[in-house]
């Protein structure tokens, strides 16, 4: 059978998701491949800017939290969160940031396993999860640790002394995906607890929670989610362990009845105990209506359409022999995450080289150039373009250009 090769314009036609690209407001003349860093601006989200500032804060002034229920928007837009991540409601809170939340539930899952006192996670987890590890083995003392297993067959490492494994579903660097169900079934055969962090799979491809039987999970949501720079992240308990779930921060947002102004603390019996202090409502407001542009597509077509443009892009790239002067860190489509990692020395210097032409990927030390597929509004002539331009710079040997090189901060 012969196999039929689909132009850029074609496949864009064939596209069910198309149409969504006019949900955000995108600078023109830009391929934008690091909505897996940080999501674009949704049109409903400027709106619910202004509104929120203008007329809830402006003119609705204290009243607005009754008024606007900014007093219940972290379990609102929880629950939100949670229908994009396989978990039925009541489940899912908005708060914090993820590493603060992995504060939360680390502590709270050791104090539910009191005689294991081992973490386990992977020695290339993103920096942060292994970080607040190490913050929280200080507080505790020697008799807890961390231990390092291999994202490459992690069921075979894992033994009855650890209480809690720590997981990100998609590593920031290569987007290899683990196996979540495969995974939490082995665990919890050993009576480990698991903490998933879906910091790059949530709005990108469907997953499981509840399914899974996940114990606990945080995620950010300004990667896929578009919520916006900072915008809060957000936790899961499931319900089986939330009569038991004791996390350290107590604050008054996480009491069982902050107005009671009672001088002793009792944590809410619910997810919401997860909550410390006064919600961020700007931008939670914002990543609320962010969050609508979900509600009419499903994460399985999504993530096929990512599947498609990732093959497309490897196709044109191969076509264009790209594929000579980098090579691809990512694991088979099957196994990884909406996004491509492309080894090269120069990686920095090419991945500025292409942002001044106005195609905007990142880099991820040492040596990647990491390019992020969002089909909510990426298209197959987007891909192409892009493409076209990463061959121009590497034919030109562009990235040798001196004003390529200077290491800005943020990468
Ligand atoms: C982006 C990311 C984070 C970010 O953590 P914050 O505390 O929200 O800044 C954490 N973990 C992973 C795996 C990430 O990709």
Known sequence: MMNKVFSAEQLDIKDPLRDKAQAFSLP???????????GPLPKAAKQQADDV???????????????HQWIHLPQIVGDKIGGLIGAKSGQVICCDSISINLFKVLSAALKMHPSRKVIATTRDNFPTDIYMVQGLLDLLGSDYSIRYVDEACIGSQLTDDIAV??????????????????????????????????????????????????????????????????????????????????????GWMGHSSPFSFSPDYAGDNS??????????????????????????????????????????????????????????????????????????????????AWIAEGVIADFRAPNILRIGFAPLYLSFVDIEKAVASLTKIMNEKRYENDEFQQRQSVT
């Open 28 to 38: 023109a003349n830009t391929v934008y491949l690091d909505g897996n860093s940080l």
């Open 53 to 67: 500032v203008n007329e809830q804060w402006g003119k609705g002034l204290i009243t607005s939290w009754n008024k």
């Open 165 to 250: 494994l720590m997981l990100t579903q998609v590593n920031f660097r290569s987007g290899n995906k683990l196996d979540m169900q495969s995974i939490t079934e082995q665990a919890h055969q050993k009576g480990i607890l698991t903490l998933w962090d879906l910091a790059h799979s949530a709005g990108a491809f469907p997953v499981s929670l509840d399914a899974c039987n996940v114990d606990f999970a945080v995620g950010c949501t300004y990667k896929y989610l578009n919520g916006g720079p900072g915008a809060p992240a957000f936790i899961y308990v499931a319900k089986r362990h939330q009569a038991q779930y004791q996390q350290p921060l107590s």
């Open 271 to 352: 997810v919401k105990q997860n909550l410390c202090g006064t919600p961020g409502i700007i931008g939670m407001s914002i990543l609320d209506a962010a969050l609508d542009v979900f509600e009419d597509v499903s994460l399985k077509a999504i993530d096929e359409k990512s599947k498609k443009l990732q093959a497309f892009f490897i196709a044109e790239a191969k076509r264009a022999g790209l594929l000579e002067k980098f090579s691809i860190v990512s694991p088979n489509i099957d196994n990884r995450g909406s996004q491509l990692a492309f080894a090269h020395d120069h990686a920095y210097a090419i991945c500025q």
